[in-house]
């Protein structure tokens, strides 16, 4: 489209999910209205993550606010408006939290059709510092009708209907994918809107970066540490790799899919598991990876393929660009040999 016609044909998120609705006309639009009470939450998250930092600074956060209420931790807050928002869109039946040990099951009155799992305000303990954090969640669908439990969420990654983002940096920046591609948009304030402005994203067959958070070094399997050492060290006369780390998922994961490379959070002497959990943080950026032409590998199978059987529980991840993981995968192979 001219740029005239791109600056007037403004494609919110809104219009894109309904232009995708359209795709299926079995649909109702019991997606659309999730999806948007979803963006209500991070329009939110983003207005009190900004207001964070300043109301810190002079003071408002304090101990209580003007109501003389007791301020919340923000990734409570999060967590709060996530769930309201979507107990009230009347499409969720089951919410699971990185929040709260327990699933949310929703009351009969307000159930729909779809199971949310998510990380609120994921690296929050980063806010102080200003670094980008981010809500991350997966959606996936209850076929049937049925008295919902946790066993409709406890279902391999590859399950889920849709999968995304929102980063809270420099820019407010939504990524989704419902299965067809991954799109970004990034929130116009003026308008309250995301525009889509990362149509399609496709991750680069191959990456010049690797993050992982070295201070672990220690403690890594060979696979693990064999792989860092090709990182730093190529054999085959090729430039070493540059290391990016954040420490936050969702800043880590996002320069990933956007310039390619690789993000690894490994198990470890210490955490054999990892520490990254499965159902609101590996899954839904596993999903986003492979949906952009990437990979996700936990070290032993196709992270879209394990069947978690806890709510909260962990798993070592490799994940993006497709040759550099198959990289990793091959040194976990010959290791089982
Ligand atoms: P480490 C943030 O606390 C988080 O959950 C993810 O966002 C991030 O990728 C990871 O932990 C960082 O962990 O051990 O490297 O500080």
């Known amino acids: 489209p001219s740029e005239e016609a791109r600056r007037t044909d403004l494609m919110t998120i809104t219009r894109f999910v309904l232009n995708e609705q359209s795709k299926h006309p079995e649909s109702r639009g019991d997606f659309t209205i999730l999806l948007s009470h979803i963006v209500l939450g991070c329009k939110f998250v983003c207005t009190a993550v900004n207001k964070a930092g300043l109301a810190k600074l002079i003071g408002l956060a304090g101990d209580t606010n003007v109501q003389g209420e007791e301020q919340k931790k923000l990734d409570v807050?999060?967590?709060?408006?996530?769930?309201?928002?979507?107990?009230?869109?009347?499409?969720?039946?089951?919410?699971?939290?990185?929040?709260?040990?327990e699933a949310t099951i929703v009351e009969p009155s307000k159930r729909g059709k779809y199971c949310v799992v998510f990380d609120p305000l994921d690296g929050s303990s980063n806010i102080d510092c200003g670094v980008s954090i981010g809500t991350i969640f997966g959606i996936y669908l209850m076929k049937d009708a049925h008295e919902p439990t946790v066993d409709d969420v406890l279902l391999p990654g590859k399950k889920m209907v849709a999968a995304g983002y929102c980063m809270y940096g420099s820019s407010c920046t939504f990524v989704l994918s419902t299965g067809r591609g991954v799109n970004g948009f990034t929130l116009d304030p003026s308008l309250g809107e995301f525009i889509l402005t990362h149509p399609d994203i496709k991750i680069p067959k191959k990456g010049k970066i690797y993050s992982v958070n070295e201070g672990n070094a220690k403690n890594w399997d060979g696979p693990t540490t064999k792989y860092?050492?090709?990182?730093?060290?190529?054999?085959?006369?090729?430039?070493?790799?540059?290391?990016?780390?954040?420490?936050?998922?969702v800043a880590d994961v996002h320069r990933t899919l956007l310039y390619g490379g690789i993000f690894l959070y490994p198990a470890d002497k210490k955490s054999p598991c990892g520490k990254?959990?499965?159902?609101?943080?590996?899954?839904?950026?596993?999903?986003?990876?492979?949906?952009?032409?990437?990979?996700?590998?936990?070290?032993?199978?196709?992270?879209?393929?394990?069947?978690?059987?806890?709510?909260?529980?962990?798993?070592p991840i490799f994940l993006g660009s497709y040759d550099d993981v198959e990289e990793i995968k091959a040194l976990y192979a010959a290791e089982e040999k």
């Not at 967590?79 to 990185?98: H, P, W, Y």
């Not at 959990?277 to 590998?297: I, W």
């Open 77 to 101: 807050l999060s967590n709060d408006v996530f769930v309201k928002a979507l107990i009230s869109s009347g499409r969720t039946c089951i919410l699971v939290s990185e929040e709260d040990e």
């Open 228 to 249: 860092v050492e090709k990182c730093k060290f190529p054999k085959d006369g090729s430039s070493p790799k540059s290391l990016r780390y954040v420490g936050s998922m």
């Open 276 to 315: 990254l959990r499965v159902l609101y943080e590996v899954f839904p950026m596993s999903f986003l990876m492979e949906q952009a032409g990437g990979q996700a590998f936990t070290g032993n199978q196709r992270a879209l393929d394990l069947v978690p059987k806890k709510l909260h529980e962990r798993s």
